[in-house]
């Protein structure tokens, strides 16, 4: 369960003395435009550049950017002020798994067309999700979290 992208870019954040804290990266999904994402753990590098890969996404979603959709569409739209940046990319999908995480959270899991993303969902949250449902988030922060 991953999204299959091209990297384009990555680049340091935070840098002191020459030694950098955070990286961002530019990702492009299959068959779709290129976003900007935050990379925490710098698990992409370099070597990468260019390559498709298959990365795991992690979005940062609030309850009030989660809706869901009647439209079957499933795809990642970036933010057309700051596509390169990580914040408010928008996804739409089928929910295809939810897993309890503990008392307070579901994983949910998106297929977006190309692949898959997920996000934490509090189960107190006004709005739930099934799988088989349709939704669009909205995401604070879209990050790479492992490959």
Not at 86 to 93: A, D, L, Q, R, W
Not at 104 to 118: F, I, K, P
Not at 138 to 144: A, E, F, N, Y
């Amino acid at each position: 369960m991953a999204l299959d992208v091209t990297l384009v870019d990555l680049y340091p954040e935070n840098e002191y003395e020459g030694v950098a804290y955070e990286q961002r990266v530019v990702i492009r999904p299959s068959g779709g435009n290129a976003l900007g994402a935050f990379d925490p753990d710098f698990v992409l590098d370099e070597s990468l550049l260019g390559a498709e890969i298959s990365v795991e996404v992690s979005l940062l979603v609030g309850d009030a950017s989660l809706e869901h959709v009647k439209e079957t569409e499933r795809g990642i739209t970036p933010n057309t002020g700051h596509p390169r940046g990580y914040h408010h990319h928008t996804y739409s999908g089928r929910v295809v798994d939810v897993t309890s995480v503990d008392e307070r959270l579901n994983r949910v899991t998106l297929d977006v067309g190309c692949g898959t993303v997920y996000f934490y969902h509090p189960t107190s949250a006004d709005t739930q999700v099934r799988p088989g449902e349709f939704v669009r988030v909205t995401p604070v922060r879209t990050d790479i979290a492992g490959r």
